[in-house]
Antibody
Framework: QVKLLQSGAALVKPGDSVKMSCKAS????????IHWVKQSHGKSLEWIGY????????NYNEKFKSKATLTVDKSSSTAYMEFSRLTSEDSAIYYC???????WGQGVMVTVSS | DIVMTQAPLSVSVTPGESASISCRSS???????????VYWYLQKPGKSPQLLIY???NLASGVPDRFSGSGSETDFTLKISRVEAEDVGIYYC?????????FGSGTKLEIK
């Protein structure tokens, strides 16, 4: 069955970067784009962008263009998102999801605190 | 950006009754290919969102047929027939027509 397994929670300091992973299984990784979504505490969903695992091509929400970097490792069927220059506003749960949002990862809680 | 506006903010439903959630987009979500790119998701407490309805009226795999989606180019409705306790959570609409993809602010469904 299709699964997206994300890395564990992260506690990071302001100004640092964090890199999280999303390992896909149960389907051909390169056949479906991977989206990344932010959910701040108690708030709605914000789309960060997507990556095409086949080509490596990306499409970002302008709001996150200077903040997020999406990459993939086809050999391990894993998508990555690096978030840089973190502030308290970046404390949130981050989800990966397959094209059409038909399958979601379990989410990564990122806490930015000194 | 396309703004997705949901109503109501919350709804309380007696088990077995029906519930409807509305979503309005600031721009038509009807593509020239005839597909309307509105999606519905449910986020159960403490869980990741799950897809319920795609392309306005198509039931996602494994979703009970108590759920249905309908609408026009800018006004959409999610209907839940015979509400059950397991349906509690926050319902979101979202659009996949154009970037940036956007979501509504959510409707919380509670059981009376």
């Amino acid at each position: 069955q299709v699964k997206l397994l994300q890395s564990g929670a992260a506690l990071v300091k302001p100004g640092d970067s964090v890199k999280m992973s999303c390992k896909a299984s149960g389907y051909t990784f390169t056949d479906y784009i991977i989206h990344w979504v932010k959910q701040s505490h108690g708030k709605s969903l914000e789309w960060i962008g997507y990556i095409n695992p086949y080509s490596g091509g990306t499409n970002y929400n302008e709001k996150f263009k200077s903040k997020a970097t999406l990459t993939v490792d086809k050999s391990s069927s894993t998508a990555y998102m690096e978030f840089s220059r973190l502030t308290s506003e970046d404390s949130a749960i981050y989800y990966c999801a397959r094209r059409g949002f038909d399958y979601w990862g379990q989410g990564v809680m990122v806490t930015v605190s000194s | 950006d396309i703004v997705m506006t949901q109503a109501p903010l919350s709804v309380s439903v007696t088990p077995g009754e029906s519930a409807s959630i509305s979503c309005r987009s600031s721009k038509s979500l009807l593509h020239s290919n005839g597909i309307t790119y509105v999606y519905w998701y449910l986020q159960k407490p403490g869980k990741s969102p799950q897809l319920l309805i795609y392309r306005m009226s198509n039931l996602a795999s494994g979703v009970p047929d108590r759920f249905s989606g309908s609408g026009s180019e800018t006004d959409f409705t999610l209907k839940i027939s015979r509400v059950e306790a397991e349906d509690v959570g926050i319902y979101y609409c979202g659009q996949l027509l154009e970037n940036p993809l956007t979501f509504g602010s959510g409707t919380k469904l509670e059981i009376k």
